[in-house]
T-cell receptor
Framework: DVKVTQSSRYLVKRTGEKVFLECVQD?????MFWYRQDPGLGLRLIYF???????EKGDIPEGYSVSREKKERFSLILESASTNQTSMYLC??????????????FGPGTRLTVL | KQEVTQIPAALSVPEGENLVLNCSFT??????LQWFRQDPGKGLTSLLL?????REQTSGRLNASLDKSSGRSTLYIAASQPGDSATYLC?????????FGPGTRLSVLP
């Protein structure tokens, strides 16, 4: 079974702190994604990566950056955390894009609170 | 713009009922459609994946159908149980990006 793990289930940070959220997958997937989920707004794509050192902006990249130095690991970085970044963050991975049998696998999520 | 909607937003049924959840997508050029389950405070668990060339997929008490021409997918849950209580999301895959619906929150009452 595909396993996607995230470094923390719950995280509390202060405004202005630099925050790192880590995601690791064990299925050699090329594609990795970071979403945030908020009540009433659903899942929104922040960034995705289709290969090592490659990244693409999603729908809401402002205030975030990402890093993909190894195929299995995709990091989300909040350079200076703000209260409006309090949210549930979900990481996902999938095989290469364009393949009809593509399927997305999610991690357990990180509930981030910024005070 | 590619959008996915789900109706109803919330549903409450007594145990044992059969039920249908609906998912609609505006752009019919999908590669596949995936149904997920999400328990409160948790990540998403994949339930079923329907390829664009398929009409339906089944897994246990779950059956998902896909009608690309009308831009609709349905998730049918047979003989519902309290353990089915969760939020159900659908996601359309367009070859590079996934577009998610807002979800249907299901409560199955014992």
């Amino acid at each position: 079974d595909v396993k996607v793990t995230q470094s923390s289930r719950y995280l509390v940070k202060r405004t202005g702190e630099k925050v790192f959220l880590e995601c690791v997958q064990d299925m050699d997937h090329e594609n990795m994604f970071w979403y945030r989920q908020d009540p009433g707004l659903g899942l929104r794509l922040i960034y995705f990566s289709y290969d090592v050192k490659m990244k693409e902006k999603g729908d809401i990249p402002e205030g975030y950056s990402v890093s993909r130095e190894k195929k299995e690991r995709f990091s989300l970085i909040l350079e200076s955390a703000s209260t409006n970044q309090t949210s549930m963050y979900l990481c996902a991975s999938s095989p290469p894009g364009g393949i009809p049998y593509n399927e997305q696998f999610f991690g357990p999520g990180t509930r981030l609170t910024v005070l | 713009k590619q959008e996915v909607t789900q109706i109803p937003a919330a549903l409450s049924v007594p145990e044992g009922e059969n039920l249908v959840l609906n998912c609609s997508f505006t752009d019919s050029a999908i590669y596949n459609l995936q149904w997920f389950r999400q328990d409160p405070g948790k990540g998403l668990t994949s339930l079923l994946l329907i390829q664009s060339s398929q009409r339906e997929q089944t897994s246990g008490r779950l059956n998902a159908s896909l009608d690309k021409s009308s831009g609709r997918s349905t998730l049918y849950i047979a003989a519902s149980q309290p353990g089915d209580s969760a939020t159900y999301l659908c996601a359309a895959y367009y070859g590079q990006n996934f577009v998610f619906g807002p979800g249907t929150r299901l409560s199955v009452l014992p």
